[in-house]
C-alpha cells in the first residue's frame, strides 16, 4: 500500500471518529442532551446601541450597570439630567450641536440608549444628510458622537475634538452575509 493510500484511509478514519461523537446524542458526562433551559430570570448586561456613551455620560461613582440594566422608556426621563450636567462638563462653550439640538434636547436623544431604524432611508448613524437612521457596520460612531458633543452648530467648532482618528476597521468588511471579518 502506497502512502498516499495509507493517509487518505487515516484521514478518512479520523473524520468517521469525530463524526460519530459529534452526532452521539450524550454530552461528555455521557448523559442524554435534553433542549435547553430558558426557565428562569435573565438580566440585561450591557446597551450598546450607541457606543461609548454610557462611558462618558454616566457620572462618575454611578452604577454603569445601573444604566445597562434600565428599560429604555425610562432612560430619557431617569438619565437626561445627568447626561445634561456631564455634556455641559465636557463642553461648557456648548450651545447647539449639527442637528441644531440644544443641550437637553442632545441629552436626551443620548440618554435613550436604543438603536433607531428608518426602512425608508439609507442605513447610517449619522452621514451628513441622514441622522439616526440605523447604523451601518462602517459608521464611524465615535467620530458622530464628538461631533455632536464638540462640533458646535456647523460641526466644525473644536476639529482636535471631533475625531478619534481611526479611520477604518483594521480589515476591510466582507461583500457578502455577515460581512463582518474573521477575529484577527
Do not use: H
Not at 18 to 41: L, R
Not at 88 to 99: C, G, K, R, W
Not at 123 to 142: E, H, K, M, P, S
Amino acid at each position: 500500500m502506497s502512502k498516499t493510500n495509507k493517509f487518505k484511509i487515516i484521514t478518512i478514519a479520523l473524520v468517521a471518529a469525530v463524526v460519530s461523537v459529534n452526532c452521539d446524542d450524550s454530552d461528555s458526562n455521557g448523559s442524554s442532551m435534553t433542549n435547553p433551559d430558558f426557565s428562569g430570570t435573565f438580566v440585561q448586561q450591557d446597551q450598546t446601541a450607541r457606543p461609548a456613551i454610557n462611558t462618558v455620560f454616566v457620572a462618575a461613582g454611578q452604577p454603569k450597570d445601573d444604566f445597562n440594566a434600565a428599560i429604555p422608556s425610562a432612560m430619557g426621563a431617569k438619565y437626561q439630567p445627568i447626561f445634561q450636567t456631564r455634556l455641559m462638563a465636557l463642553n461648557p462653550a456648548f450651545t447647539t450641536n449639527a442637528l441644531g439640538q440644544n443641550a437637553s434636547q442632545l441629552s436626551g436623544l443620548l440618554a435613550t440608549d436604543v438603536l433607531n431604524v428608518d426602512k425608508t432611508k439609507k442605513t447610517t448613524f449619522f452621514d451628513g444628510t441622514n441622522v439616526l437612521t440605523g447604523r451601518a457596520l462602517a459608521d464611524d460612531v465615535i467620530d458622530v458622537e464628538l461631533l455632536l458633543i464638540f462640533g458646535g452648530s456647523a460641526g466644525t467648532s473644536n476639529p482636535g475634538l471631533t475625531k478619534d482618528n481611526v479611520n477604518a476597521n483594521d480589515k476591510p468588511f466582507a461583500a457578502a452575509f455577515p460581512y463582518l471579518v474573521t477575529a484577527w
